[in-house]
């Protein structure tokens, strides 16, 4: 009988190891479309002609976000789409203020590179 609980406990150990490794993976993945997404840095002159894209890449943000099993990943993918979206709400903000804007999108990007790693 002891025999038979030998293999029952490594195809166990060797499923939750395959789960354990499609996480990282998939978390992997998310990551970096997450990083490659929010690699747009708006110009303060053409935020009007840069609104599109912004909003664009907002919401594939959260969509990201949302399917992201980590939570403190999903999160920081949630703080960039959320800053993404302000950046509508700054276009007619002045240069001080869309330079703090672009400061706290940089903060938000190093906070997703900590959590990825």
């Known amino acids: 009988m002891t025999l038979l609980l030998v293999p029952m406990i490594v195809l166990t150990g060797g499923c939750r190891l395959a789960e354990e490794a499609s996480a990282v993976k998939d978390k992997a993945e998310v990551c970096v479309e997450a990083l490659h997404l929010s690699s747009m840095v708006p110009d303060y002159e053409k935020l009007d002609e840069q609104s599109g894209e912004l909003e664009r890449r907002a919401e594939e943000l959260r969509e990201l976000a949302d ?47 900590e959590v990825c790693t």
Do not use: P
């Open 67 to 113: 399917s992201a099993a980590d939570r403190d990943v999903a999160g920081a993918i949630g703080n960039i789409a959320d800053q993404y979206a302000r950046a509508q709400q700054r276009k007619a903000a002045t240069v001080e203020a869309f330079a703090r804007w672009v400061g706290d999108t940089i903060d938000n990007i190093d906070h997703l590179r």
